[in-house]
């Protein structure tokens, strides 16, 4: 397994030095050539799906990770979409960052160029398959998709056609190659092919991203769980308080941009406990709460430190009352992620107090959760969302997949 897994990231390397020099045109146009394949070829993609779900479900997969493997015609064609607006965006090949004329006479540039040979790491979600491709090759890299066993046969018909895609628009199809999920140490073997692969990312539960970044020998940006809060201030409009908590909780419970903990401060709490706890239950959640939220109804159960730690993935919610906006970010502080926290208020003052006391890689204010996502902020597809703090912070688009070069010229200049 070992040999085919480095085989392939030196197929890859070479198809990446193809397209380092690729211009936008005849990238974009493989981007359009590869959304207009997936849509075409949307039944033959929903029949491997759907061996995968059966499967899946036999073996007694929970619903909410059925719902991350599962897909439809409305998915397949987001995804296409999400291709094509990736062809829509700026290259960020070739930008400048920064440049000047040196005292000496030397012009600097550092220069955007591409990452090279780009592995994921990855669970469930076919979606991820058709957006990391996409990404990696408008920024020029190759690509080495290493999905999970359980959405196998839907990776492989969306690679397959993807893959046809680019060799009938005369480049590379080693640019978007498989890795095998049929051993679990073609993971381990992506992870430490170190010289030939520039970055790995990992993108699921906890315990793989933690695997990964405690095992690979190939640089790693974390993509973290999502332990998301709402705070609901003193000053909050009560109405929009409510659509928001909704919206972020029972949108889609299996994201990790879905919040997993409400946090209300004491002076709305009275009037504010008593409505979302009816809302949240209408809506089906599971309410983990402290003593207010269990007075305000028998149904709630009393939350513990792991509730409040926890990212649930489903229609659960843990739910706090605070004396302050100091005690939700001493909360925060302790039990978040560091993926999104939003806060709902009408205060200047507490808005900025909460984008200053919290360590995130998304802060909302007055909005969902839900928004933190690249397709959302604008960057067409994403490849993740990053919680560390070195290279890339948040939803990774374009930008996030390339690096830099110093571009420095003299006039026959000795030092």
């Given amino acids: 397994m070992k040999q085919q897994v480095h085989d392939a990231a030196r197929r890859a390397r070479v198809a990446a030095g193809t397209l380092a020099v690729t211009n936008r045109a005849t990238k974009d146009a493989a981007l359009h050539a590869i959304a207009d394949a997936l849509v075409a070829g949307t039944q033959t993609i929903l029949a491997a799906n759907g061996a995968d779900v059966d499967a899946a479900r036999a073996a007694g997969t929970p619903e909410n990770v059925l719902d991350r493997l599962r897909l439809d015609d409305d998915r397949v064609a987001a995804f296409a979409d999400g291709v094509r607006s990736v062809a829509g965006l700026p290259d960020p090949v070739g930008e400048v960052v920064r440049g000047s004329t040196l005292p000496n006479g030397l012009r600097m540039r550092q220069v955007r160029v591409p990452m090279g040979v780009i592995g994921m790491i990855y669970e469930g979600r076919p979606n991820v398959t058709a957006d990391a491709a996409a990404i990696c090759l408008k920024a020029g890299s190759a690509v080495l998709l290493r999905g999970s066993s359980s959405a196998a046969r839907s990776n492989a018909a969306i690679i397959a056609i993807m893959r046809d895609a680019l060799t009938a628009t005369g480049l590379p199809a080693d640019a978007i190659q498989q890795i095998s999920a049929d051993d679990r140490s073609s993971a381990t073997h992506l992870m430490q092919a170190r010289g030939l692969v520039d970055l790995v990312i990992p993108r699921g539960g906890a315990g793989l991203i933690q695997a990964v970044v405690e095992q690979s020998t190939v640089p790693v940006i974390e993509t973290g769980v999502g332990n998301c809060h709402v705070y609901v201030d003193a000053a909050a409009d009560l109405d929009m308080a409510l659509d928001i908590v909704l919206n972020a909780k029972t949108h889609r419970t299996s994201v990790c941009n879905a919040a997993e903990s409400l946090l209300v401060h004491q002076e709305v709490a009275d009037v504010f406990v008593p409505r979302v706890v009816a809302a949240l239950q209408e809506a089906g959640v599971t309410i ?21 730690a926890q990212e649930y993935l489903s229609l659960d919610i843990s739910a706090k009352v605070v004396d302050s906006i100091d005690e939700a970010l001493a909360h925060i502080r302790q039990f978040s992620s560091g993926h999104t926290e939003a806060i709902v208020t009408g205060s200047l003052a507490a808005s900025t107090q909460f984008t200053t006391g919290v360590d995130s890689a998304a802060i909302m204010i007055n909005a969902s959760t839900r928004f933190t996502d690249g397709g959302e902020l604008g960057f067409g597809a994403e490849i993740g969302i990053s919680t560390q703090k070195l290279h890339a912070r948040g939803p990774m688009g374009l930008t996030e997949m390339t690096t830099t070069t110093f571009v420095v010229t003299g006039d026959g200049h000795v030092r």
């Fill in 288 to 308: 983990h709460g402290d003593a207010t939220f269990c007075a305000a109804d028998g149904a709630v159960v009393p939350a513990t430190d792991e509730d409040y």
